[in-house]
């Protein structure tokens, strides 16, 4: 929202548009600015990797800087980023090789249709109330039945592997996590996930 | 034993969104996620695990990034300009051919999409200049001699004005001061640090093309006797005829002619020295004994073993570089990089396990660095990354 006054330099998302295609550096500067947290976010949550997402939504804006005089882009500006940013960092993928384990038994299709965040889920997500209440939910744990959420269910590691991390029993993750999962189902009915 | 499983659950699908997981788990998570009511919960999980694993940039980062980007502008303007002077030189191709086992491999690089050039710009080029030592004992840069500055007694440059840009020093039409002595040559020396290129022409109008990483010693003038040069390095001399023959000194032998075009490579650190002639004939000096070499033919010194021979060669292929391409050919993986690095200017770090048997050949364009480095990975089947303007080479996995 803070930005909006920087894009009043540019009255409409049409003018941004044409003011990309003839090269006019401010424009980029804004664009880059505007995106670049959320693409790098987004390549980073599909690549799992900070290098790799980092010279990847940073050769996208490069391409678009080269193809700027061909560009036509009519959809909204944003989701041609996201869209370039995921094909980009597909091709990423596949050079990492990281598909093959995909590949090799068939099953790309379910990596692509899956498990990969697309960009238009990725701006749905971003918009989406959901969202919100997510993040204002886990805000609401205390602080040590937040950290120990979110490692057992979201970077994935057993409940004897979260005690070991922290120095705390078991029972003491155990205990946590139900408080957690508790609190979060009140919070997030529609969410058959917990 | 109902919390046992769901940990085992959302470990598998975090190790899946992740990319952590291995294909035994993949293959797992294929089944599982046949069930509807489990679909349901992974996209339930797939948002909580992308809504809690945003991590912003930080600032650092996306400053770092747009500076970067910023660059990539301005340079990409100058390499416009540049690519068009460039075409005119050579083509902007690079080839390499691989020859591993049975099979060979031939791969014509393209310059399609150009996005990934970026890495490229954070290379840290060498930045050594050329440097002429004058027979006072200054040095200067020949590329910022303004040629209305008569600072150089030595040195007087392509008449009129002529823009040093050219990369070329002409002795040529120097005219001799009265203050010359015929038997007292004033000397001059150019060095040619890694990823330059500098053409000399001495005072007879022998043209020579200096290899980066080079240098050459002359007389401002030649004397009326003898042409003497020392190399150290790798030059292409196309020389004038003349009665007087021309000699080139390098570390272990001595390069006679009269009139005729060679390469000789005789870099003082190297295990090798060489000569390949192109046409008319040259006489190579070494260890008390002399050999007469013909077009087509390379003479190679090994240093270790203290011996020589000599190869039919196709010359011209091999004399490219002094036209802005760099013909390698049956070179081991390492000796290749660090031509490259020398042609290109960048250090360049080998971490892969490319065998040592293995034989390149190929073909580098000077302005094309990229080009060249895709070119090789693709072929030698490494990865590359950009250390702190270095460029690194891995293996792929």
């Not at chain 1, 692509?112 to 965040?117: L, T």
């Not at chain 1, 749905?124 to 959901?130: A, G, P, Q, V």
């Amino acid at each position: 929202m803070g930005k909006e006054s920087v894009h009043s330099a540019y009255s409409n998302s049409d003018a941004l548009k044409e003011a990309i295609k003839s090269g006019a550096h401010d424009a980029f500067v804004y664009i880059f600015n505007s995106h670049y947290d959320n693409l790098y976010s987004y390549a980073l949550r599909i690549l799992n990797n900070e290098n790799d997402a980092g010279e990847c939504v940073q050769s996208t804006f490069c391409h678009i800087w080269d193809i700027r005089e061909k560009l036509d882009i009519k959809e909204s500006l944003r989701s041609y980023l996201y869209k370039s940013v995921y094909n980009n960092s597909i091709s990423i993928i596949r050079k990492n090789r990281a598909l093959d384990k995909y590949e090799e038994k068939g099953l790309a299709d379910l990596y692509f249709s899956r498990v990969i965040q697309s960009p238009d889920a990725e701006i749905r997500l971003t918009d989406s109330e959901t969202r919100k209440e997510i993040i204002e939910s886990i805000n609401s744990l205390p602080e040590r039945c937040r950290e120990i959420f979110i490692k057992c269910k979201i970077g994935g590691l057993s409940y004897s592997e979260a005690a070991i991390s922290m120095d705390i029993s078991v029972n003491t993750v155990e205990n946590q996590m139900s408080i957690a999962l508790k609190k979060l189902r009140e919070k997030l009915k529609y969410l058959i996930f917990f | 034993m109902y919390k046992e499983s769901k940990k085992s659950i959302d470990s598998l699908l975090s190790g899946i969104l992740s990319g952590k997981a291995g294909s035994s788990e993949v293959e797992q998570f294929a089944e599982w996620i046949k069930d509807s009511q489990n679909e349901r919960y992974f996209e339930d999980y797939k948002q909580i695990w992308h809504t809690l694993n945003s991590a912003p940039a930080g600032e650092q980062m996306r400053d770092r990034s747009l500076e970067s980007f910023l660059n990539y502008i301005d340079s990409s303007r100058r390499r416009q300009r540049f690519r068009r002077r460039a075409l005119y030189w050579a083509s902007s191709a690079a080839t390499l051919i691989i020859m591993a086992g049975l099979y060979m491999l031939l791969w014509v690089y393209e310059s399609g999409g150009d996005h990934n050039k970026l890495a490229f710009s954070k290379l840290r080029y060498n930045t050594d200049t050329i440097k002429v030592e004058l027979s006072d004992g200054s040095v200067v840069n020949p590329l910022r001699v303004k040629t209305s500055t008569s600072l150089l007694s030595d040195l007087i440059p392509n008449e009129k004005g002529k823009e040093q840009e050219s990369r070329e020093l002409n002795y040529l039409n120097r005219i001799k001061s009265k203050t010359d002595s015929s038997d007292t040559l004033k000397y001059n020396a150019v060095t040619i640090p890694p990823g330059e290129r500098f053409v000399v022409v001495l005072s007879d109008g022998t043209k020579v093309y200096l290899h980066s990483g080079s240098y050459l010693r002359y007389p401002v003038s030649f004397g009326s006797t003898s042409r003497d040069v020392t190399l150290d390095g790798r030059a292409y001399f196309d020389v004038s005829k003349s009665k007087v023959p021309f000699i080139v000194t390098t570390e272990d032998m001595k390069v006679e002619v009269l009139g005729t075009s060679f390469d000789v490579e005789a870099k003082k650190s190297a295990l090798k020295s060489s000569v390949i002639l192109i046409n008319g004939s040259v006489k190579v000096h070494i260890q008390g004994i002399s050999r007469i070499i013909n077009p087509d033919e390379m003479f190679s010194f090994n240093r270790e073993i203290r011996q020589g021979s000599v190869t039919t060669v196709d010359s011209k292929a091999m004399t490219q570089w002094k036209d802005g391409i760099l013909a390698l050919r049956e070179i081991s993986f390492n000796d290749m990089l660090e031509c490259l690095s020398n042609w290109y200017g960048v250090d360049i770090v080998n971490r892969s396990s490319v065998s040592e048997g293995e034989r390149f050949y190929g073909k580098f364009d000077r302005e094309n660095i990229e080009a060249a480095i895709k070119t090789v990975a693709l072929n030698a089947k490494v990865r590359y990354r950009i250390e702190k303007g270095r460029l690194i080479i891995v293996d792929y996995k």
